[in-house]
Each structure stands twice: as structure tokens, then as C-alpha cells.
């Protein structure tokens, strides 16, 4: 693939529709569709900075984060809305996107964004127009009443009959209570019994009230008894009620506004702990509601390389699709979505999983591409998990954060065990940073063993953390942390420099080639710039490429296996070996690892620890031998505990071996101990 260079990313970003800007400590390159919006040509803006261009308040705060936080590598990305200010004067609302990207070796900021303004605007008039309505309204007549101690009628003014509809006389006599709402009856005549408990003062309460047509009218009524009435011979309370049924439903519409995202129409997360509060009442501990809390896949990619318009109309397709579902749907926040459904047993629960699945089988259409999309859900289920909804959503919550960690279309429920590796997890990851620079981290070696010699040829680095409150760690425990955070880049350069460097030491004190080989996960692999920080490495310590082999999952090549294919060439132009390892866990179609041209092929130890009790595993060992043998790629089996594996081993006529029969992984002055006794025992 060729790397990425200015020019040919500014060919690629002209054509966008959006707003696109790269810059650095100042604008490089504004795209065409940014000079148009914005009336400024690619000229002017380059004698700026991108900040310099929004309300002066603002600038400080929008540099920092499109600039000073991306550029200091604090995040690899951020979004929000600024608001531009054009060459004719006139404010642009932006929504963008900010991200950190990596050019010819230096870092750039890549702002993508789109024109919003309209959006804005016709939310602005809409809070005016209320604001005005709202006005009108307290310039309309109010109905005065005079309500005695029992809550009879004794007086009405004449806008009775505008406002409710009944003739000034009419209601005369009649108690107010049975015009009054049976739920709200209760309210008012505590009301009324504590103004006259305490003349002088003045009550509002709100209540519903019966108009002539039969209509319930929403009313705040003031309520006030003159001090000494009896002497002024007034019948009884002032009610100065207000009719505030428009106002109501204003207030309501304005709720649902608020309530109702814009983009999908779904609800958001206010709505949604309301109607899981209203479920939970409504089971009354019979049946169970089910939680299921969902994030897409990869969206962020999409958004970035669509467009975030696209990224748009595609949440709203997710979301009509979801509405197929026919449960209670939501949208919390960005891609997240939220189901809430009563079932009355728990296999329903695996019913509805089933169909979200479905919904997710049909490719989604993208600017013309179709898209396959997956996603990562988390479930909790009242009453089992959790007893308020507030809980339920943490809970939910927790469980989606593990299933993203296990990988596309994973859905997770809740356990206690889950919270506490996410737990755990969420403290490794706060620790991480600190680590590197109190040298927590140490490289381990493992012997590998070609099987015909028995002489040690290889090793494998293997990472370790001394954790001060966890002890050592092994990978499994913090690789996918700091694949999450990006901070597997470092990690894996530390590694590189680590394990280079002391397999050359070994190489000069023991006279002979040993290679090394270097776990790499998908990410790593797939960074743009992983050949030139390996052949840095190799520079700096001046270390034979093909000595250095590097070792991806299975599952890792069969991520995007025409990328994985196009890559691996370039390794090998390199000279460079390459290793599948953890063969036979991820199912994957001879053909591609024919195609991938792999050099060796590590058996997992899953297959080897029980193969000589296991049929199963014993099969596969056997086959993946002899595909090696046939593709002529070497084998290297893992986990070789006993002697009767090695034996076992060499009858298939397995190539190489590795495991704690012969040494466990062990720290670099460890290793040339064990290597100087060997090799004195000729090995
Ligand atoms: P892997 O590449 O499959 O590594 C082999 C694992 O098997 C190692 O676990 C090793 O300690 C263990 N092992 C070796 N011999 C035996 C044996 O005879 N019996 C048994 N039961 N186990 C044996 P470890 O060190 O915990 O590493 C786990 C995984 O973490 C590795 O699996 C590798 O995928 C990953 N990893 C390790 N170091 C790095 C690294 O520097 N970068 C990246 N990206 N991943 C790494
Ligand atoms: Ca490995
Ligand atoms: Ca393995």
C-alpha cells in the first residue's frame, strides 16, 4: 500500500461535500467546499489559525481542543459544534470532527464538519415563538371565584363562561369539587383547609377542571383570604384560577422536543429511565424487564470516512430499523441505542436478541456502497440485576463495555464478575500511563526448539507488567486495554526495542543466529506505520530482518483479510518472517492462508495440552503437521509440557517446539543462564 503523502490527501479532499481542514500550528490546506461556506480563499486561510476564525471568547477554548489536546496525543479525536464566523460576518454553525492523523512522519490536526446552522436557527425560533405565546397568554382574563370552607360556589366573575364555558350563574351554590379532577381533589381541599386555618396568606395550587364541553382545563389557581373576611363579609376564599392548558401543552410539546432526539425521532435517555421506572412498577415483581443497552460497530470509522452527514442518515436507518423490533427503542447518546422490554420469561429475552440480530444480517446502504454493520449489546434484567432503573442502565452499561472487548456481535448480560473485570479493567487502564514511566513493564523470552536438533533456534518475546497492586500481569490481562486506549503503540515499540536488542546481545555472546518473534495485535498490524517503526528498530540495533519474525492471530489476518494479504507482502519484501499464531481457532478457509504466504505456523496450545487424550485435538494437530508439511511452511507448536508431547511431536513431524518442558518464559539475564548451560550440553 502506498503510505499516505499532502498531495494525495488534498486530491482525496477536495471532492469531499463537507467542510475539510488539515492543519498543524497553522491551516495547511482548506478544502474547496470550506472556501465556498465560508467565503475566505485557501490563501487566507492559511495565514490563520482555524481558532482565530470563531468569536474571540471562544478561541482559547477551541484551540485547545482541536489543537493543543490532539496534537499532544491526549486524544486521538474529538467533536463538537464551533461557530464560524464567514468573511461576510455571518456565524456558521460547525458541527466537526477533530482528528489526530499522521502525515510524511509528523501529526496533523484533520477537522471535518458540516453546516448545522439552519438546524440551530429553527430551534431559536421556536424558543422565541413559545417565549411570545407565553406572554400573550398572562394577558388573558382569569376566572375569580369565592369558595366557602366546604368548597361551595358562592361567587364567579362573568369570564366563567370565555374560559370554561358555563353561564355566570350556573355553577352558583354547587361544590367546586365536583368539577375537579378525582386525582387532584385531594390537593385542593388540603389547600383550602390551610387557608382558612391561616388568613392573610396565599396558596397556588395546580388542578384539573372540568369545562362545560367535558374537557379537562389545566389550572393554577391562586388562592388568598383576606385577613378578617368575616368582618369585611366575604363568603370565603378568593380562587383566582388561570388557565394554563395551552401553556401545558406547550410545556408538553417543548418536553418532547427535549425528550425526542431530532435526528431519529427516537426518545432519549430522560424518556427512557421514565418508561423503565414505569415498566418496573407496571411488573410488580411478576414478570422482567429487559434492559439491553446497544452501540454500533467500527461507527466511528464510518462517520469519519463517509462524512458525518452520512453518518447521520445511516443512525436514522439503524433507528427505523430498530423500530421494527416493536419494543420501547431509545437513543442515549451518539451511537448508542437502548431497548426496554416486560417479558415473562427469560428465554424472551434470547428471542429478542435473536431478532436484533436479524435486523443487523442486511447490509446497510452507504452513498451507494453497501455496508455490513454489527454491533456490541449489553443486557440486565430487573428484578435480577438491579431494583431501580438508574442501576439497570449502570448495569447494562458494564456489561456492553466487556462485550466490546469481546469483539464485534457480541452480546453480554450482566453478572457480578462481569462488573468486576470491567472494574479491574478501568484501574489497569488509569494505571497504564503511569507504568511506562515507572518501568513497570519487562520483556520476557521463551525458547523455541527445532524438534530434529533439539537446539534452541529461536525465542518468542512475551510481555509482562509488574503491577503494584495486581502483581504480575500477563498480557490476556491489559493487551485489549491498551488496544482500547491506544497505548499499544508504545507497548509495542517498547517491545520491538527491547527484544531486538537483547536477542542481538545473545546473538554476539553465543556466535550463533537465534531469530525473535514478536507478538503483534490487530491494531498494531494494522497501523500505517508499522513497517517503518520495526525498520527502525532493526536500523538502530542493526539487526537482521530475517531474524526477526512476527507473530499475528489467525483472527487477526482474517480481520480484513485483502488489507492482511497486501501488508504481509510488504513484510516479506522486507525479509521479515511472518507466523500464524494460534492456528485452528478461528476457522478460517485454507485459501486465504495459502494466499497469505506465512512462513510459519504456531499450533495453539488449546490443541497440544490435550491432544494426547483428546481425539478432537489430536486431529487437528495432525492435520495442521501435515498442511505444513505440504505448503512447506514450518510448524511450531506451543505448549509442549511433557516429554511425551515432544515425542508425540516429532512423530508427526512437527518442525519446532515451544513450551515449560523445556523453559517457561523468564527474563533476559535468566535466559542467558539457561542458554550457556544448554549450549554446554550442546543445545
Ligand atoms: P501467545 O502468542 O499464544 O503466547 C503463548 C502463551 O503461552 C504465552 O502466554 C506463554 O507464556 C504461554 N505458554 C508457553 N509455554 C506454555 C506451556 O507449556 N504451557 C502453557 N499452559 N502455556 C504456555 P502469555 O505470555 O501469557 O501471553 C499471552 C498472549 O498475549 C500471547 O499469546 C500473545 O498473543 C499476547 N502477547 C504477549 N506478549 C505480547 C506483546 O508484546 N504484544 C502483543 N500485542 N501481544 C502479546
Ligand atoms: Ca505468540
Ligand atoms: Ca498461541
Not at 461557530?83 to 501529526?107: M, Q, S, V
Request: some cysteine; hydrophobic content about 40%; aromatic content about 12%.
Amino acid at each position: 500500500m502506498k503510505s499516505l503523502t499532502k498531495k494525495s490527501i488534498f486530491q482525496i479532499l477536495e471532492e469531499i461535500p463537507a467542510v475539510v481542514v488539515l492543519y498543524g500550528d497553522k491551516i495547511i490546506y482548506a478544502n474547496l467546499f470550506a472556501c465556498k461556506l465560508t467565503g475566505y480563499s485557501l490563501k487566507e486561510f492559511r495565514k490563520k489559525h482555524l481558532w482565530e476564525f470563531v468569536n474571540q471568547k471562544k478561541r482559547e477554548e477551541i484551540k485547545q481542543r482541536i489543537w493543543d489536546r490532539i496534537k499532544s496525543g491526549i486524544l486521538d479525536r474529538v467533536e463538537g459544534v464551533l461557530k464560524f464566523i464567514t468573511k461576510e460576518g455571518r456565524h456558521i454553525h460547525l458541527k466537526y470532527i477533530a482528528k489526530r492523523i499522521k502525515i510524511e512522519d509528523e501529526y496533523f490536526g484533520l477537522l471535518l464538519g458540516v453546516d448545522i446552522s439552519k438546524e440551530v436557527n429553527q430551534e431559536k425560533r421556536l424558543r422565541n415563538f413559545i417565549k411570545k405565546l407565553e406572554k400573550l397568554l398572562e394577558y388573558s382574563s382569569d376566572v375569580i371565584m369565592v369558595i366557602d370552607e366546604n368548597g361551595f360556589i358562592k361567587y364567579e366573575s362573568p369570564s366563567v363562561e370565555r374560559v370554561l364555558g358555563y353561564r355566570q350563574k350556573e355553577r352558583i351554590g354547587k361544590s367546586i369539587f365536583g368539577y375537579i379532577h378525582p386525582n387532584d381533589i385531594e390537593r385542593v381541599k388540603k389547600a383550602v383547609k390551610k387557608i382558612f386555618k391561616n388568613p392573610g396568606t396565599t396558596f397556588t395550587v395546580e388542578y384539573r377542571e372540568r369545562d362545560k364541553t367535558g374537557k379537562w382545563r389545566f389550572m393554577e389557581t391562586v388562592i388568598y383570604l383576606p385577613d378578617g373576611w368575616k368582618e369585611l363579609e366575604i363568603e370565603g376564599a378568593i380562587f383566582n384560577e388561570r388557565d394554563n392548558t395551552k401553556k401545558k401543552q406547550i410545556e408538553r410539546s417543548i418536553l418532547e422536543l427535549t425528550y425526542h432526539d431530532q435526528l431519529t425521532g427516537l426518545p432519549r435517555q430522560s424518556w427512557f429511565l421514565k418508561q423503565l421506572k414505569y415498566y418496573i412498577f407496571q411488573t410488580k415483581e411478576q414478570g422482567y424487564v429487559l434492559v439491553l443497552v446497544l452501540n454500533i460497530a467500527d461507527f466511528e470509522r464510518i462517520n469519519f470516512v463517509y462524512g458525518i452527514s452520512t453518518g447521520d442518515s445511516l443512525l436514522r436507518e439503524i433507528a427505523n430499523r430498530l423500530k421494527r423490533l416493536n419494543v420501547s427503542i431509545s437513543r442515549l447518546f451518539g451511537d448508542n441505542f437502548a431497548l426496554l422490554v416486560l417479558i415473562k420469561d427469560l428465554g424472551q429475552a434470547d428471542e429478542i436478541i435473536l431478532h436484533l440480530r436479524k435486523l443487523f444480517s442486511k447490509p446497510f446502504r452507504l452513498k451507494g456502497d453497501e455496508v455490513k454493520l454489527s454491533f456490541y449489546a449489553g443486557a440486565s434484567i430487573y428484578p435480577i440485576d438491579g431494583k431501580s432503573a438508574e442501576e439497570l442502565l449502570r448495569k447494562a452499561d458494564i456489561a456492553l463495555f466487556k462485550a466490546k472487548e469481546l469483539g464485534e456481535g457480541s452480546v453480554l448480560f450482566y453478572s457480578s464478575r462481569v462488573e468486576k473485570e470491567v472494574l479491574e479493567k478501568k484501574i489497569l487502564k488509569s494505571s497504564l500511563f503511569n507504568a511506562f514511566e515507572k518501568k513497570q513493564f519487562k520483556v520476557y523470552y521463551q525458547p523455541i526448539i527445532e524438534i530434529e536438533t533439539e537446539k534452541v533456534v529461536g525465542f518468542e518475546a512475551l510481555l509482562r507488567w509488574m503491577h503494584p497492586d495486581f502483581g504480575l500481569l500477563c498480557p490476556e490481562k491489559f493487551i485489549s486495554v491498551a488496544e482500547n486506549s491506544g497505548f499499544i503503540f508504545s507497548l509495542g515499540e517498547f517491545v520491538l526495542d527491547s527484544a531486538i536488542a537483547s536477542v542481538k546481545r545473545l546473538q554476539k555472546e553465543f556466535q550463533r543466529r537465534f531469530y525473535i518473534a514478536i507478538n503483534f495485535s490487530l491494531k498494531q498490524f494494522l497501523d500505517e506505520s508499522l513497517l517503518d517503526v520495526i525498520n527502525n528498530y532493526l536500523h538502530i540495533h542493526s539487526f537482521n530482518s530475517s531474524d526477526l519474525i512476527l507473530e499475528i492471530t489467525e483472527r487477526t489476518a482474517m480481520q480484513e483479510p485483502e488489507k492482511t494479504k497486501q501488508i504481509l507482502r510488504k513484510i516479506r519484501e522486507k525479509g521479515i518472517r511472518i507466523a500464524i499464531d494460534d492456528f485452528g481457532t478461528a476457522y478460517s478457509s485454507l485459501e486465504y492462508l495459502i494466499e497469505f504466504e506465512v512462513d510459519k505456523i504456531k499450533i495453539d496450545k488449546k490443541f497440544v495440552l490435550p491432544m494426547l487424550s483428546n481425539s478432537k485435538a489430536m486431529t487437528i494437530v495432525k492435520m495442521t503437521i501435515g498442511l505444513c508439511r505440504a505448503l512447506d511452511i514450518v510448524s511450531v507448536a506451543e505448549g509442549v509440557e511433557t516429554q511425551e508431547h515432544l515425542i508425540k511431536l516429532k512423530n508427526l513431524g512437527c518442525r519446532e517446539a515451544q513450551g515449560y518442558y523445556f523453559s517457561p518464559p523468564m527474563e533476559l539475564n535468566s535466559l542467558i543462564e539457561f542458554m550457556k548451560e544448554r549450549i554446554q550440553n550442546n543445545g
